[in-house]
């Protein structure tokens, strides 16, 4: 029933072409989230430099995420 219906209805992740510096998947998680894509890198940067699990992240999602 309801659990359908918003599978349905999810927005899906991509990453972009437009506005990519490396392969778009902050630009995809900006226009998901509908944020600043600014905000996105430099959370992107911080979460990279606390431990190195965000670029593992980044790299699987640049891997993964198909691109629009």
């Not at 392969?23 to 998680?29: D, E, Q």
Request: charged share 20%; glycine share 12%; hydrophobic share 50%.
């Amino acid at each position: 029933g309801d659990v359908y219906k918003r599978q349905e209805m999810a927005k899906p992740l991509y990453k972009l072409r437009e506005g990519r510096i490396i392969s778009g998947v902050c630009a995809g998680l900006a226009e998901y989230f509908n944020i600043d894509v600014n905000i996105v890198r430099i959370c992107a940067v911080l979460i990279g430099c606390a431990g190195g699990a965000g670029v593992i992240a980044y790299i699987a999602a640049a891997m993964l995420l198909p691109e629009r």
